[in-house]
T-cell receptor, first 113, second 113 residues
Framework: DAGVIQSPRHEVTEMGQEVTLRCKPISGHNSLFWYRQTMMRGLELLIYFNNNVPIDDSGMPEDRFSAKMPNASFSTLKIQPSEPRDSAVYFC???????????FGSGTRLTVV | DQQVKQNSPSLSVQEGRISILNCDYTNSMFDYFLWYKKYPAEGPTFLISISSIKDKNEDGRFTVFLNKSAKHLSLHIVPSQPGDSAVYFCAAIPQGGSEKLVFGKGTKLTVNP
């Protein structure tokens, strides 16, 4: 299994532009999570899906952030318009409930200038 | 409120010695506790877990201890190696079927040659 695949690995964009981050979870995992990692706040859960349905989006910081999961093998996190304070590493993770917890992707490092 | 706390943001150890990473939790409603390891530019990866009904779990150089009365768990690495230098996250799986793992903020371990 290729694991959780995120793209792009790095994204540099100008303030005000739209940014779309992509994630392909592990086949058979029915839960998908979007996290943001910053120095100040550590790993923050933004939103998670179960069986493609958004279950909890209470961590989404503002209306500028949106996420979709149109099918079991693909999810997107969109920021529109982007701001410099959105600069962080964004992780996607998937899970088929078990004692090993989540499997994380390698992350997307977003820089908004 | 933070349910899982890692109070030491960093730890430095000499190669060959023991590394002890600590984690405290504030309620007893967890099924499993996990440790993740994260290298720069990579996602966190599962390291070891322990059931809430156990006191100890060992896997090679890594041992996790759970003290339920103190609501404290620790990860011991013996002997420490330079390749163990990474950020270690403590996490907990809630009881009752919740899919939201609770993460600590991480401890950066540096093992000096």
């Amino acid at each position: 299994d290729a694991g959780v695949i995120q793209s792009p690995r790095h994204e540099v964009t100008e303030m005000g532009q739209e940014v779309t981050l992509r994630c392909k979870p592990i086949s058979g995992h029915n839960s998908l999570f979007w996290y943001r990692q910053t120095m100040m706040r550590g790993l923050e859960l933004l939103i998670y899906f179960n069986n493609n349905v958004p279950i909890d989006d209470s961590g989404m910081p503002e209306d500028r952030f949106s996420a979709k999961m149109p099918n079991a093998s693909f999810s997107t996190l969109k920021i529109q318009p982007s701001e410099p304070r959105d600069s962080a590493v964004y992780f996607c993770a998937s899970w088929y409930r078990g004692k090993r917890g989540y499997t994380f992707g390698s992350g997307t490092r977003l820089t908004v200038v | 409120d933070q349910q899982v706390k890692q109070n030491s943001p960093s730890l430095s150890v000499q190669e060959g010695r023991i590394s002890i990473l600590n984690c405290d939790y504030t309620n007893s409603m967890f099924d499993y506790f996990l440790w993740y390891k994260k290298y720069p530019a990579e996602g966190p990866t599962f390291l070891i877990s322990i059931s809430s009904i156990k006191d100890k779990n060992e896997d090679g150089r890594f041992t996790v201890f759970l003290n339920k009365s103190a609501k404290h768990l620790s990860l011991h690495i013996v002997p420490s190696q330079p390749g163990d230098s990474a950020v270690y996250f403590c996490a907990a799986i809630p009881q009752g079927g919740s899919e939201k793992l609770v993460f600590g903020k991480g401890t950066k371990l540096t093992v000096n040659p």
